[in-house]
């Protein structure tokens, strides 16, 4: 059974930075899975933040593009998401998502397409 554990998140003032982690535990390989960051507002849907697909094909939500960067470490079996710029928008709960599935009709950035998810971690982002 794979269980995934996101850590790192915390409160930070705007323009500051955070990096998530996501240690994959019941797994040999975290590059034989597409994993994903998440992200939810309250009373809203999780929506994706950053993908890293099995080839290491790698996709962001538009609103993140160039400030977060998503990475995977192999020897760790953890997965990475790095934060800078930060904006108060960005306060939201963070999730760790993974599926070994190929051919899979949603897109990686959406929440139907992964199996697997963390618990979450909380990032508050002050003006």
């Known amino acids: 059974q794979v269980r995934l554990v996101e850590s790192g998140g915390g409160s930070v003032q705007s323009g500051g930075t955070l990096t998530l982690s996501c240690v994959v535990s019941g797994s040999t390989s975290v590059s034989s899975y597409t994993m994903a960051w998440f992200r939810q507002y309250p009373g809203k849907e999780r929506e994706g933040v950053a993908s890293i697909a099995i080839d290491g094909e790698i996709d962001y939500e538009i609103s993140v593009k160039g400030r977060f960067t998503i990475s995977r470490a192999e020897n760790k079996k953890t997965l990475y998401l790095q934060m800078s710029s930060l904006r108060p928008e960005d306060t939201a709960m963070y999730y760790c998502?993974?599926?070994?599935?190929?051919?899979?009709?949603?897109?990686?950035?959406?929440?139907?397409?992964?199996?697997?998810w963390g618990q979450g971690t909380q990032v508050t982002v002050t003006s």
């Open positions: 998502a993974a599926d070994r599935r190929v051919y899979i009709a949603y897109h990686d950035l959406e929440k139907e397409r992964y199996t697997y």
